[in-house]
């Protein structure tokens, strides 16, 4: 008897869970650069990616339900240095200075430097959905990054390079908020918009910078470096910041 009392609570447990748990897949197209303390002084811009995985959805009730998934995160970071050092040595390319024409074809050379910063993630991500009604809804959790690949490439006159990212200036973990919207456009297919802001630094950037292309002469700062006016050269933060687009299929 008692047998027979736990198989059946066992098949309305399981019949519960069956209803209310959903299983899915996602895709969606980003553009992104970084955020933080600094970084609208060093010319970094916007740059493409996507990310890709599968979901599961637990249904709390028609209102409420909880998404987690695990899927993968690629980013790119471009930064045009060129801009950034002509706006750096600029003001100094006068004869006041000691700067000579017979400097302009190296600095030209430079000044055409693009850089362009590279990630990959291992994504997971926990979402709490509130549906306003069966078809809007609104999206805020968490979102955790595990490192997987970070690399650097320049272009100097056409000319392109590209190497990995010193373990020591990367940062295994990146952690950020998550916020959006979306709509059913049936049970099975969602559209959705959503923003993601990363609380940590992808990157050392000062340090990353300093071993980048052209860089090696150039001082970034620590907090322990003073310039001629005895204040202290600022930090860059290199903060995830994130717009997607995507698309949901709940197949089960």
């Known amino acids: 008897m008692l047998k027979k009392i736990m198989l059946a609570t066992a098949l309305v447990v399981g019949s519960v869970f069956a209803q209310n748990i ?9 553009i992104g650069t970084v955020w933080g303390d600094n970084t609208d002084e060093i010319e970094l ?9 599968v979901d599961a959805k637990f249904v709390v009730n028609p209102q409420f339900s909880v998404l987690a998934g695990i899927g993968v995160d690629y980013r790119r970071i471009p930064w045009d240095y060129g801009a950034f050092l002509k706006k750096m040595i600029g003001p100094y390319m006068t004869s006041e200075y000691g700067y000579s024409s017979q400097y302009d074809a190296q600095l030209q050379m430079m000044f055409s430097v693009k850089a362009t910063y590279s990630f990959l993630y291992l994504d997971v991500p926990v979402i709490a959905r509130i549906n306003m009604n069966p078809n809007f809804f609104f999206d805020a959790g968490i979102d955790l990054g595990i490192n997987i690949i970070a690399s650097v490439s320049a272009e100097i006159m056409g000319v392109e390079d590209s190497e990995d990212l010193e373990s020591d200036m990367v940062s295994t973990i990146d952690f950020g908020l998550v ?3 979306g709509y059913s456009i049936t049970d099975k297919f969602d559209v959705y918009f959503r923003a993601v802001f990363g609380l940590t630094n992808m990157i050392d950037f000062e340090k990353a910078a300093s071993d980048g292309p052209g860089t090696s002469s150039n001082n970034f700062g620590d907090d322990d470096d003073e310039d001629e006016d005895g204040d202290f050269s600022p930090n860059f933060d290199f903060k995830n910041m994130r717009f997607q687009l995507g698309v949901s299929y709940w197949f089960m």
């Open 22 to 30: 959903h299983f899915g897949a996602h895709a969606a197209g980003n």
């Open 45 to 53: 811009g916007w740059g493409p990616g996507f990310n890709a995985g």
């Open 179 to 181: 916020a959006g919207l």
